[in-house]
């Protein structure tokens, strides 16, 4: 470019010595035409002053034009360097969107400029559809001396790394050139754009996860949360980001969340850690990985502690439910067998080896085949199979063969466990070896049917047995017959001596009722001390003898603990089939009233059924309802009997007996009702009655001075009562509220209910001798004949039961007994009574047996205390 102000200012002198020329070639032919007049020379040289002057006007011109050029040419260049070095690619367009001008950073953005310009020389067609319309519309808008922007145009090829740039146009002054000129700068925004797009990218990606993502500064206060962690606290961004943790979480969290900051702060090292956090449900915690890392400044400083926790609650409840699985395969006590698709054994679990005898090691990568007993059939475990297949389950009794080759019964439930898409990825069989089940079924069968204390069948097989004897014996036409058996007085014994010895008593009358039958004939517990025995083919004669030979084998002494000998014995009822019940019910009913008729009369025998034992038993169960009310309606009487010195016929004292006086039936007797009242717990109350009745009548004797002081009078008590703590005091009341003196009452007490003499007992007997009492053993001889234990007994009195003294006058064994009891009694320096003395005979007999006193029929019945104070009172008196 250096040549061209050469060539301009040669031009320039060329055209200003063309310029003199044509000026002289036309001074010279002016000369030539026409002398000029001294007017004309005048003007000539006016003119050529004017040329000359002109001509220096000229070239001031010329100067002047020559420096503007110059600073033109300065200022153009100026502004193409400028131009030319913009850090921007620029392009200067005209009207027509023609490019006009573009500087090296356009050129190498848009390609070359001849390439560009070849491709019909528009910027636009480097643009896209949508920037093109754009572009065009800016650039007819722009004014001079305006800008417009317009953001985000795309230049260039379309693709990943198309850059992005904001087009400035600057409208340029028309008067730069005769055309409206449009300078486009162009920025890029790649770069820019790029970096907003990572923002983006990554707060998403930080906002997707599912983790908690954050970050704290050194003083623990929230740098970074992502929506996750917002989500738990329940928090806007803005009330997290710049707060201290301890703001969002629980104290106790967030003090265990700072030391791990300062762990990590501290060491500068990053760690990964499990840690339990008590936000969340109410109650509950929250497993969390967590790994923290520690940030640095860009001088490479630690400022903060980033961290990302998952919430591994789930998998550490899978965990804990996995251990726990474990430990019930480990520890279950049923085999538990888990295979793979194919059957082979994958894990055993150690019931499993304690009950097939193969260890883990043994199955490990075999088929259940190996349990095979050979037992089953192919095609049993062919259906089986299809079951699990079909089904996905089966379950049912499978023959096992152990490891040492012994047979074993399991019940296998065997199910198929199938993944996600249905297909089966495990077997797994339980297995409960029924052997012990199989026993503890038979051992139930046989508790259902035979009775656990004896061992004999129970009332239900009694009932299946006596069906089908009465079939049979319907068919046959021959009879059978039921006895029904009761123990005397077990009660007595169960309560006295303790229901260990009841139950040895029941077991030895079970046994010797075995002992005592035919193997065709059954022998079956109906509870409590009552069996039965069936006895097929047998007539009402046959049965009554089966029953005394029973009785008789149930009377042997026998060694019941605490008591050398004991005797036991037994009511019998009997029922011959189908006289007397044609349904096994009716016939049990029949039987049973036989035994009570056995019981009524005296015990310790047996009693044929009759009809009119029906009756008595409607009438016992009349009793029983009408007997409570009767205590409460006064309608119990106390009757008095004499007690009499044998030897001399002098009063003694007296025993009260109880009597009922019961609407529309007259005068009924202690051996109708006392049973009954026993049994339905009336007694103890009847009691208590009689004697506050017998104290208020003896309290008025004495008052009336009817009564001898050496005189007792003798009340009954009841087993029950010796057992109460508070008899001593309730005695004690009863006399103060009559005010009898202690040593006028006597109290009655069979010798059954001194069977059992604890320390208790024998205290609370000595108790009441020391209040000055006396005490009587009543029956003595029917209970049991152990007489070493009167030695122990605090006892004043005997009293030898009626039954002895009836016969021993006829038979001599009874004879030597009273003999024996009252020489025993005495050695014990006790006193005797005889009860039921008749006759004058036996009144002698028993005088020279030197016993004491009697009572009986032979001086007086038991009369009413209007009779008894006529009689022996007032007489006396
Ligand atoms: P127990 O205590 O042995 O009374 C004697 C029984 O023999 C009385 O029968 C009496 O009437 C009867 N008896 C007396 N002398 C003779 C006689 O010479 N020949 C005959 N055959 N019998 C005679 P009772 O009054 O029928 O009483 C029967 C049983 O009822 C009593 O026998 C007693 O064990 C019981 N008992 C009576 N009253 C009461 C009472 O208030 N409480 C309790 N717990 N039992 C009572
Ligand atoms: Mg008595
Ligand atoms: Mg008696």
Redesign the pocket.
């Known amino acids: 470019m250096s040549p061209q102000p050469v060539a301009q200012s040669e031009q320039r002198s060329e055209r200003l010595k063309l310029l003199k020329q044509r000026a002289q070639a036309m001074l010279e032919q002016h000369q030539q035409v026409e002398v000029p007049t001294a007017s004309e020379s005048l003007n000539v040289t006016k003119l050529l002053e004017d040329l000359r002057v002109y001509q220096v006007e000229l070239e001031l011109q010329n100067e002047e034009l020559r420096a503007a050029q110059q600073d033109a040419e300065l200022a153009r260049r100026r502004y193409q360097s400028l131009f030319q070095q913009m850090p921007l690619p620029a392009v200067v367009m005209d009207a027509n969107s023609m490019v006009d001008d573009s500087n090296e950073r356009a050129n190498i953005l848009l390609g070359e400029r001849k390439r560009f310009v070849t491709l019909d020389g528009r910027l636009v067609q480097r643009l896209n559809g949508k920037d093109k319309a754009r572009f065009h519309v800016a650039l007819r808008d722009v004014r001079p001396g305006e800008s417009m922007v317009l953001h985000q145009v795309v230049i260039g090829p379309q693709g990943a790394k198309t850059p992005v740039f904001d087009a400035h146009l600057i409208g340029l002054s028309n008067d730069y050139k005769i055309d409206r000129r449009v300078l486009v700068l162009l920025v890029d925004r790649s770069a820019e754009l790029a970096r907003e797009e990572d923002r983006r990218f990554f707060s998403l990606l930080l906002d997707s996860s599912d983790s908690f993502i954050y970050a704290t500064d050194d003083h623990g206060k929230f740098l970074l949360a992502n929506q996750t962690f917002l989500n738990f606290l329940s928090r806007t961004r803005s009330q997290v980001i710049g707060h201290k943790r301890e703001t969002c979480l629980p104290l106790r969290d967030a003090i265990m969340m700072t030391e791990t900051d300062q762990k990590v702060l501290l060491t500068g090292q990053a760690v990964t850690f499990e840690e339990q956090i008590h936000m969340g449900p109410p109650g509950g915690t929250i497993d969390l990985l967590s790994r923290k890392f520690p940030l640095h400044d860009l001088q490479g400083h630690i400022n903060g502690v980033g961290g990302i926790s998952t919430d591994i609650t789930t998998i550490k409840d899978q965990q804990r439910q996995a251990l726990l699985s474990e430990t019930v395969f480990m520890t279950s006590s049923e085999a538990i067998i888990v295979t793979g698709p194919d059957t082979r054994f994958i894990r055993v679990n150690p019931a499993f080896t304690k009950q097939s005898g193969f260890s883990l090691t043994a199955v490990l990568g075999r088929r259940p085949n190996i349990l095979k007993s050979g037992r089953q059939s192919a095609s049993f475990y062919a259906s089986m199979w299809q079951t699990i297949l079909e089904k996905g389950a089966w379950s049912g009794e499978l023959n096992n063969r152990r490891a040492d080759g012994s047979f074993y019964i399991v019940w296998s439930n065997i199910n198929a466990v199938r993944d996600g898409s249905g297909k089966v990825v495990h077997y797994i069989a339980i297995q409960t070896d029924m052997t012990l089940l199989l026993q503890a079924q038979q051992r139930l069968e046989h508790q259902a049917s035979y009775d656990g204390l004896t061992g004999l069948p129970n009332r239900a097989l009694f009932n299946d047995r006596i069906s089908q004897l009465m079939a049979l014996s319907l068919r046959h036409h021959k009879p059978f017959a039921l006895l029904f058996v009761d123990v005397d007085r077990f009660k007595e014994v169960n309560d006295s001596l303790g229901h260990q010895v009841g139950d040895e008593l029941l077991r030895m009358v079970a046994l010797r009722l075995q002992e005592g039958i035919r193997t065709e004939d059954t022998v079956a517990r109906m509870g409590g001390d009552e069996f039965v025995v069936l006895l097929p083919n047998t007539d009402r004669a046959g049965a009554q003898s089966v029953a005394d030979s029973l009785l008789v084998r149930l009377r042997l002494p026998l060694t019941l603990e605490q008591i050398r000998q004991y005797n036991p014995m037994a009511s019998i009822g009997v029922a011959v089939f189908p006289e007397d019940g044609n349904t096994p019910d009716m016939l049990l009913r029949s039987a049973d009233m036989a035994m009570y008729g056995a019981k009524v009369g005296g015990r310790n025998r047996s009693a044929l059924y009759t009809p009119q034992m029906s009756q008595d038993s409607d009438y016992a169960f009349a009793i029983q309802t009408e007997l409570a009310a009767a205590i409460d309606q006064q309608q119990l009487r106390?009757?008095f009997?004499p007690k009499i010195l044998l030897a001399t016929g002098e009063l003694m004292g007296a025993?009260?007996?109880?009597?009922w006086q019961r609407p529309d039936h007259g005068l009924v007797?202690?051996?109708e009702f006392?049973p009954i009242a026993e049994k339905s717990g009336l007694?103890f109350a009847?009691?208590q009655w009689?004697l506050n009745e017998a104290l208020h009548q003896l309290g008025y004797w004495c008052q009336a001075g009817l009564w001898d002081h050496r005189w007792r009078l003798a009340?009954?008590?009841?087993a029950s009562n010796l057992r109460r703590a508070s008899l001593v005091t309730d005695l004690q009341t009863v006399l103060d509220r009559y005010h009898v003196d202690t040593t006028l009452l006597e109290l009655?007490i069979?010798e059954d209910a001194l069977l059992e003499h604890t320390d208790e007992l024998i205290g609370r007997l000595a108790d009441l001798r020391e209040m000055g009492l006396s005490l009587a053993i009543?029956?003595f001889g029917t209970g049991y004949s152990s007489l070493s234990y009167l030695r122990k007994l605090p006892v004043s009195v005997i009293?030898i039961?009626?039954s002895f003294v009836r016969t021993m006058l006829s038979n001599e064994s009874d004879d030597v007994l009273v003999q024996t009891i009252i020489d025993m009694a005495h050695n014990l320096g006790h006193s005797l009574v005889a009860?039921?003395?008749?006759e004058e005979a036996q009144r002698a007999r028993l005088v020279s047996m030197g016993c004491e006193l009697g009572?009986?029929?032979?001086w007086s019945?038991?009369i009413s205390a209007e009779d008894f104070e006529a009689t022996f009172l007032v007489a006396k008196a």
Do not use: A, S, W
């Not at 009340?715 to 009841?718: A, C, H, S, T």
């Open positions: 106390v009757f009997q025993e009260v007996l109880v009597r007797m202690p051996g006392i007694l009847l009691d009689v009340v009954n008590q009841n009655e069979t009543d029956d009293k039961d009626q009860e039921g003395v008749e009572q009986g029929y032979l019945k038991p």
